[in-house]
């Protein structure tokens, strides 16, 4: 079974400090998917990496996948009240039906 | 583009009602599909899966069963919920024959078992 695991849990600093959460797995994956989700609402997708050592920007978000494809890192520079939410990490492997496995999440809260 | 619905988007249910849930997607055509739930707003548990009209896959022995009777319909059901059926479902969607496994979520909905 594919495990997860994102740290830190819980997350909270000021706006306009620099962060990083990570993902880690023992496993390969074939694909790692980061998505954003806000309370009450449906999980949001930011970036799909699939390729080991390919890192990806979205403005001010940084993603990397590990050479080993068995982590990824998600950093966010100078953070805004707007970044606040639950950060989910999701693992593919495409021998399983294209089923992801999903971290528990960075619950993150970025004040003004 | 693709678009996928969730209704309703709040249930709140006795104890031992049957429960309904409806995901729908527009803009694609034999997509992959997923109903997960999510407690207390954390990591998601994949509850089932489809690749195809009446194809469905169980991931969790349950209180809950799934259908699609369309490409692009898939139904949560229940006969009798419980108390611990409470909580946020998520649908998803998912392109097959692609290289990647990215999915695509709905809105969600929450329910309240009382």
């Known amino acids: 079974t594919q495990l997860l695991e994102q740290s830190p849990q819980f997350l909270s600093i000021q706006e306009g400090e620099n962060l990083t959460v990570y993902c880690n797995s023992s496993?390969?994956?074939?694909?790692l998917q980061w998505y954003r989700q806000e309370p009450g609402e449906g999980p949001v997708l930011l970036v799909t990496?699939?390729?080991?050592?390919e890192v990806k920007k979205l403005k001010r978000l940084t993603f990397q996948f590990g050479d080993a494809r068995k982590d990824s890192s998600l950093h966010i520079t100078a953070a805004q009240p707007g970044d606040t939410g639950l950060y989910l990490c999701?693992?593919?492997?495409?021998?399983?039906?294209?089923?992801?496995?999903f971290g528990k999440g960075t619950l993150l809260t970025v004040n003004p | 583009s693709q678009t996928i619905h969730q209704w309703p988007a709040t249930l709140v249910q006795p104890v031992g009602s049957p429960l309904s849930l409806e995901c729908t997607v527009e803009?694609?055509?034999?997509?992959?599909l997923y109903w997960y739930r999510q407690a207390a707003g954390r990591g998601l548990q994949l509850l089932f899966y489809?690749?195809?009209?009446?194809?469905i896959s169980s991931e969790v022995p349950q209180n809950l069963s799934a259908s699609r009777p369309q490409d692009r319909q898939f139904i949560l059901s229940s006969k009798k919920l419980l108390l611990s059926d409470s909580g946020f479902y998520l649908c998803?969607?998912?392109?097959?024959?692609?290289?990647?496994?990215?999915?695509?979520f709905g809105p969600g909905t929450r329910l309240t078992v009382l």
């Open positions: 998803a969607w998912g392109n097959r024959g692609q290289d990647t496994d990215t999915q695509y």
């Open positions: 496993s390969v994956f074939s694909s």
């Open positions: 990496v699939v390729t080991g050592g």
């Open positions: 999701a693992g593919g492997w495409l021998r399983s039906n294209y089923k992801l496995t």
């Open positions: 803009g694609t055509s034999n997509p992959n």
């Open positions: 489809s690749v195809g009209i009446g194809q």
